[in-house]
């Protein structure tokens, strides 16, 4: 979204149903380099290429365990009951300041939002991911990844 918050306010305004993902769940389904060298020593070309990526990103990076990222994202969508979710107004930040780009969740209850109103004209209903089954989305991503 901070490439183009525009763009993403008009997706988010357009009544579209939308289940949002964001880097506080981001970051958590990881795989390590036991996980990473051992696709990569697979007899399957795809485990080897996945392995491969994961260990060229883990040298790079010098980070051990790396994200899976956006696949949390697909995998929210493909098995949502392994995520807890909660509809909450959700606007874009479109100003110039430095907030551009990210999204800003009402989590308040009804009888908050009534006592002091955020002025969220621009915001839409939006299913967001709280929090997830962080080891069965990690063994669902190998699974598939080594099919």
Known sequence: MWHDPEAAAIVFQSGVPISMYGLDVFMRPTIGRADATAMS???KPASQFAGSLALG??????TDPISLGDYGALALVIHPELFTTEMFDVAVDTSAGPARGQTIVDRRDAW??????????DSAKVRV????DVNAVVKLWLKTVNS
Do not use: I, N, R, Y
């Open 112 to 121: 908050l939002k009534q006592l002091e109103p955020l002025d969220l004209e």
């Open 129 to 132: 991911a709280l929090d997830l």
């Open 57 to 62: 990103f883990m040298d790079q990076v010098k």
């Open 41 to 43: 020593k697979s007899a």
